[in-house]
């Protein structure tokens, strides 16, 4: 039987209540009211889409750890790009899969490479896309490490930086919009800094992976790009799960240096990360939402175990929700035609 309430009596719940002043539930009595309150927003502009290219033609590579995405020729990633602009994405960040690799990554300076020649077909096709590249040696060495290696197996910090300008001016002149130095060599962005002021490229930004860690969140891009270390691990140069303080550290410097953009990588476990580095700088700060974190969605949704879009969402939002202004997502055309769709 509905229950019928007498108003001429209070009920034991009302009179207990009749005090109370605030009621936090009022503003979320409708989804409209929900919305116009809510803090925190997400935006399709906010994403960043990894992208990997390979050369040749016709070229669609499935990376069975990153379920959905492959690793594409330029005809097809300037597709793919193209896809992401219509659900509102407007940046994607290239990740080079060269056909060759050496001791010293010299292919990741080679103008004719996997990612040059993506660039170049991206900036053609889709003028106004922000295109960013990675850049880093642990996909071109044949040791897997981010950096040139000596004889006793240690990375060595000087003499990569060279390497990395290199690199980084050849993204430049194919005509990225923005270098992503990720190796986590000290000095590295002050270098790029002046390799691309050097040769006239002082438009093109740099955002510095700034706080990232030695996370075991990288399994599936490793596989993705064959960058596993040969020996050893990144320890030495990537920062210990465990550090906070340094995080801000590390970001300061890279702003020091002359990052435009500071990055925090992995996103999810470094939430607390994004919020200090947020605080402490006035740079716009990227989070980057890695492969395994996405793995695990893709993973556990499969299995009907998970809502992929309420989970791709709430992690997003919570991203957001920390500090980030960028986020860093293979998720990012589903999450943007979500949130259209909503």
């Known amino acids: 039987m509905p229950f019928k309430r007498d108003p001429s009596r209070q009920t034991v719940g009302e009179r207990a209540t009749s005090w109370l002043i605030q009621r936090p539930r009022r503003l979320r009595a409708t989804a409209t009211l929900r919305e116009m309150v809510a803090e925190t927003r997400l935006d399709a502009r906010q994403f960043i889409y990894p992208l990997f290219a390979v050369s040749g033609q016709g070229r669609c590579e499935e990376i069975e750890a990153l379920p959905g995405q492959c690793r594409r020729s330029p005809d097809l990633l300037v597709r ?3 896809e992401a602009w219509r659900e ?13 690799k050496d001791p010293e990554g010299r292919e990741a300076a080679n103008p004719a490479g996997s990612a040059q020649v993506a660039v170049r077909e991206l900036k053609r096709a889709l003028p106004e896309l922000v295109v960013m590249t990675d850049v880093c040696l642990c996909a071109y060495t044949t040791h897997g490490h981010c950096g040139i290696v000596d004889e006793n197996g240690a990375i060595l910090n000087d003499p990569t930086l060279e390497v990395l300008a290199d ?12 270098v992503a130095p990720s ?8 270098a790029i800094r002046r390799a691309l002021d050097g040769v006239g490229l002082t438009d093109t930004a740099i955002m510095a992976y700034s706080a990232k860690y030695a996370s075991a969140f990288y399994g599936p891009f490793r596989e993705a790009v064959d960058s596993a270390p040969q020996f050893g691990d990144r320890r030495s140069h990537q920062m210990a799960i465990s550090n906070r303080r340094e995080a801000l550290r590390e970001a300061r410097l890279d702003a020091e240096e002359g990052a435009d953009i500071v990055m925090v990588k992995p996103a999810l476990s470094y939430l607390d990360i994004i919020a200090d580095v947020r605080a402490a700088l006035d740079r716009p700060v990227a989070a980057y939402n890695v492969s395994g974190e996405y793995a695990m969605v893709k993973a556990t949704a499969a299995r009907g175990w998970v809502d992929e879009k309420a989970v791709t969402l709430e992690i997003l939002t919570s991203i957001a929700r920390a500090g980030a202004d960028l986020i860093l997502t293979y998720h990012a055309r589903d999450a943007a035609r979500w949130l259209r769709e909503q």
């Not at 690199?167 to 923005?178: N, R």
């Open 183 to 190: 190796d986590m060599m000290d000095g590295r962005v002050g």
């Open 88 to 100: 509102g994405v407007r940046a994607v960040l290239i990740f080079g899969a060269p056909d060759s």
């Open 80 to 82: 793919e790009a193209e």
């Open 167 to 178: 690199a980084a001016v050849s993204h430049a002149e194919a005509g990225a919009d923005v």
